[in-house]
């Protein structure tokens, strides 16, 4: 059982509801996203999806389709709450398979996340159904209660969902902008109803914003057939038309002149949101379902991971007799990346001889997250892990270089870089690499509490400096990233770090680490790294 059959019969129940059935005729606007729209796209969602999901999702999404029939060809049945709480059931699964997609994923592939927010939305679509169909006192009037549960499936689910299957076939720096706009909307557009008509008409000027930057996308896309390319952009151009109408309407609650009536909005409105939209949007996918991106990520993780308190304790029975001078043998095994001719030579030595170093840094976060940093200053102080000062004094890190077992790590060469501040433990770090293609990464486990995070990095050379970094700096496709095992799955984290390393004078070093939240920065560090050769001198990092 596929949900593409699901929604073939669907199609059936749906022509009898529109022939026998007992209630209001614009009801029909949410009894088609219901049997017929969901389940199309489920279909197009599912179609890659492995395990029993994609086997046994479709007979719930029976179940489900059955409550939604009979509650459409009986009037004001004792039962109605229950058949409308079993629809609600299946959107709380729904809304399970976005979190599960997006577990297995993390904040990676921009246009899988929109899927993944259109499933999650799903469940109060169904929330606001059931409220609908029990009479629920919600503050509004039914037909209110009835709209909102009708903007969940349309705006919160269809949009996103169609959105995300665009981002499969579409590559520009304006996609990542006009999703974002799609992924808010449609909880502002509801608090807006809520709370305030002024809030309200933003959300509408915010959707005309993205849904014109989503029309002007699908015009510069490269389809895989003229059939879905110009069926996509119908949908999008109804949209664009319809929203105008929204404005209208949205404009006359907050000026209390009311220039179209809500019988208007729901016969104008919802009739091109089920045809065009819907209707024709969901054709032109079905055409030839866009397959996704995401690839599963297969370069080896540490199998470490910490207790409640990591420190350096966490080494306890997991070295080895080998000793390390160095975080890696031979800069020479990043040969493809980097020339070893032209690099620093201090540079190299550093990192293949780490022991003959010392190192000296200061802290900086920035202040939009220095309050977060002070509560995250008292976990780690707790759990001697990324521990690191909240002052930006000048600071040597000691520590040393510890060899560990790979068969208990799980990757090959492994070493454990411990570094300490006044002998409180600050990283624990355990550093090996992995090649992929004709890239090698440095592959660097920080265990934590029954997790562990994991730092891939890539190395790219500019001129005789170094810089590693978990951006993915020459392709899409690299290995690069900060990384958290959950169980034995990776969750991609919004979070990005660089180093910038450069030669100051033969001996010594000078490094900037920066790191980025959601692509805004909060940490920066400036070390100074000198060898233990250099004569003492008064040390201030630049």
């Known amino acids: 059982m596929t949900f593409f059959k699901v929604a073939c019969m669907n199609s059936v129940l749906f022509i009898l509801i529109t022939l026998y059935g007992k209630d209001s005729w614009y009801l029909l606007i949410l009894s088609a996203a219901q049997l017929i729209f969901v389940p199309y796209m489920l279909h197009i969602i599912l179609k890659e999806q492995r395990g029993w999901?994609?086997?046994?999702y479709p007979y719930f999404g029976i179940?489900?389709?059955i409550a939604i029939f009979v509650l459409q060809i009986t009037q004001d049945s004792p039962i109605d709450t229950i058949l409308a709480t079993i629809y609600f059931m299946f959107t709380i699964m729904l809304a399970i398979l976005g979190v599960n997609r997006f577990l297995h994923r993390g904040f990676v592939h921009v246009e899988e996340f929109l899927i993944d927010i259109g499933l999650i939305y799903m469940v109060i679509g169904g929330a606001w159904f059931v409220a609908h169909e029990a009479q629920i006192d919600t503050g509004f009037s039914p037909i209110i209660t009835w709209l909102t549960a009708n903007h969940f499936h349309y705006s919160a689910f269809l949009l996103p969902v169609s959105v995300g299957l665009l981002g499969r076939v579409h590559q520009s720096k304006w996609y990542p902008l006009?999703?974002?706009?799609i992924i808010i909307s449609?909880?502002?557009?509801?608090?807006g109803i809520t709370f305030s008509v002024i809030l309200e008409f933003v959300s509408?000027?915010?959707?005309?914003i993205g849904i014109y930057g989503l029309i002007g996308l699908s015009f510069q896309t490269s389809f895989q057939n003229t059939f879905q390319k110009w069926f996509v952009r119908i949908s999008y151009s109804a949209l664009g038309i319809s929203i105008l109408f929204s404005l209208i309407y949205a404009l006359g609650n907050l000026s209390e002149r009311f220039f179209i009536s809500i019988d208007f909005m729901i016969l104008f409105h919802g009739l091109i949101n089920i045809i065009l939209f819907a209707g024709i949007g969901t054709i032109g996918w079905l055409v030839a379902p866009p397959l996704s991106k995401q690839r599963e990520i297969v370069f080896p993780i540490s199998k470490i991971r910490g207790s409640v308190v990591v420190d350096e304790a966490i080494l306890n029975g997991k070295t080895d007799e080998q000793s390390y001078n160095g975080l890696i043998d031979s800069m020479k095994q990043f040969a493809y990346d980097i020339d070893t001719e032209t690099l620093s030579n201090t540079i190299i030595d550093f990192y293949e001889n780490t022991?003959?170093?010392?190192?000296?840094?200061?802290?900086?976060?920035?202040?939009?997250f220095l309050p977060l940093a002070i509560i995250y200053r008292q976990i780690s102080r707790f759990i001697k892990q990324l521990n690191l000062p909240l002052s930006s004094r000048c600071n040597e890190m000691t520590g040393d270089i510890h060899g560990?077992?790979?068969?208990?790590d799980g990757r090959s060469n492994t070493r454990a870089w411990v570094r300490k501040i006044s002998q409180e433990t600050v990283f624990v770090a355990l550093y090996s690499h992995h090649q992929s293609g004709e890239r090698t990464y440095m592959n660097i486990a920080l265990p934590l509490p029954r997790t562990s995070m994991i730092g891939i990095l890539e190395l790219n050379q500019q001129g005789e400096h170094l810089q590693l970094t978990s951006k993915k700096v020459r392709t899409t496709k690299a290995d690069s990233g900060i990384y958290l095992v959950i169980r034995n799955r990776l969750f991609r984290l919004p979070i990005e770090e660089t180093f910038d390393v450069e030669e100051v004078e033969e001996g010594l070093l000078k490094a900037r680490h920066r790191m980025w939240l959601f692509s805004i920065p909060f940490l920066h560090i400036n070390y100074r790294i000198e060898h233990k050769h250099l004569p003492q001198l008064e040390r201030k990092v630049e």
């Open 53 to 56: 999901i994609p086997t046994f």
């Open 404 to 408: 560990i077992a790979d068969h208990i």
């Open 204 to 208: 509408v000027i915010l959707y005309i």
């Open 63 to 65: 179940v489900a389709s």
């Open 178 to 181: 006009v999703a974002t706009v």
């Open 355 to 368: 022991k003959s170093y010392r190192l000296f840094a200061e802290v900086y976060w920035h202040h939009w």
């Open 186 to 191: 449609p909880m502002v557009v509801a608090l």
